[in-house]
């Protein structure tokens, strides 16, 4: 699984991290069990929105206080669905050693946003959130996805992708801004 | 005698081509508006470009797991509220329009009045 290059600020590591914590329980054989994934999932929509909260706090600029506000509506809109299905399906989403790197990694992220502002910030947001989506939909498309076994989970994050390649190819239009 | 039977039969003949020429002038029917749907899956507008005639109307629905809007995209001349899941946006086209979903500036659609 090729990463894609990211700029050299920290975040770049920060999310080879993620792709590399969920990769690195695939390769150890150590599959995922649904309520596993579920978990997976859930963190990583909870820290975009996080994300996005940190951009609403300190960003002043119209075109990525929108961005997040989107970030926001449509990773709450995931996880109200997982969530759903969760209960529907009678399954308690885990806490797992993949879930747990994620947020590790995220709060590294989250003190390095917070440390900037102005044009550094946005340009810092932006480029996480073009970074942060390349490796979600790599992790779900390639980890997720062929690891899960209930049908209707399955079905969700295959549904979930087309959103998170939106959300790309919006970070990316804005990242033309932020040079 | 037959100047006058001539004169009957040209009268007829004149009616009958004036008739023929009525007939064949009047104007074509308008065709009937038609509602067109275009669906919100995936993220995107299916289909993507329509084709329509001045007066049809266009049903929009979401059929997608967010929400989304549809916003003429030149000058936001008309719009959609936000679109839940199963909401749906009813308009009449009048003119060809490029529209997008304001919250997902890449999603893209287009009206095209033939």
Known sequence: ?179 | MKNRFDRTVNVFVVSAFVFLLIGCSTPEKKATPKTHTVEIKAMQFQPAELLVQKGDTVLFVNHDMLVHNVTEERTKAWGSQSLATGDSYKMVVNESSDYYCSLHPVMKGKLVVE
């Open chain 1, 1 to 179: 699984m090729k990463i894609s290059p990211i700029s050299k600020t920290g975040f770049g590591l920060t999310l080879t991290m993620f792709a590399f914590s969920v990769f690195a329980l695939a390769q150890d054989k150590s599959k995922l069990s649904d309520p596993e994934v579920a978990f997976v999932a859930v963190t990583a929509n909870q820290i975009d929105i996080d994300f996005a909260a940190i951009a609403k706090q300190k960003s002043k600029d119209a075109s990525v206080i929108d961005f997040a506000n989107t970030m926001e509506r449509d990773h709450k809109a995931v996880i109200a669905q997982a969530a759903a299905l969760a209960k529907k399906l009678g399954v308690t989403p885990k806490n797992n050693a993949v879930s747990k790197g994620m947020l590790a990694d995220a709060e590294k992220t989250k003190k390095s946003l917070r440390s900037k502002s102005g044009a550094a910030f946005n340009k810092a947001y932006i480029d996480n959130e073009v970074a942060y989506h390349k490796a979600v939909i790599a992790a779900v498309e390639t980890v997720l996805i062929p690891e899960t076994d209930n049908s209707e989970l399955k079905q969700l994050l295959q549904n979930v992708v087309p959103a998170l390649k939106a959300h790309l190819s919006h970070a990316e239009m804005l990242q033309k801004n932020y040079k």
